[in-house]
């Protein structure tokens, strides 16, 4: 079977993200002060051949954990549907 893993990955909630700050700092800039705190991180779509969902969950898991996700860094949620 095939799945559809959406993957988010963002910087860890205590972490500096120099990128969110940067684009925090230009919202004023485009007529928007009234947003603060932005966090900028990165969504991934995955296909996966799977014989269950369980399985599907596994295997983006394990991608996330060993590739898409830097633990240290960053944390990771995902969805997965059936494509």
């Given at each position: 079977?095939?799945?559809?893993?959406?993957?988010?990955?963002?910087?860890?909630?205590?972490?500096?993200?120099?990128?969110?700050?940067?684009?925090?700092?230009?919202?004023?800039?485009?007529g928007l002060p009234?947003?603060?705190?932005?966090?900028?991180?990165?969504?991934?779509?995955?296909?996966?051949?799977?014989?269950?969902?369980?399985?599907?969950?596994?295997?983006?898991?394990?991608?996330?954990?060993?590739?898409?996700?830097?633990?240290?860094?960053?944390?990771?949620?995902?969805?997965?549907?059936?494509?």
């Amino acid at each position: 079977m095939k799945f559809i893993a959406e993957i988010n990955v963002m910087p860890h909630k205590n972490l500096l993200d120099p990128q969110g700050k940067a684009v925090t700092g230009s919202m004023a800039a485009i007529g928007l002060p009234q947003v603060h705190n932005v966090r900028v991180g990165k969504h991934i779509t995955l296909e996966i051949e799977a014989l269950d969902e369980a399985e599907a969950n596994l295997k983006t898991e394990e991608a996330c954990r060993k590739l898409l996700a830097n633990p240290i860094m960053e944390f990771f949620e995902f969805t997965i549907q059936k494509g």
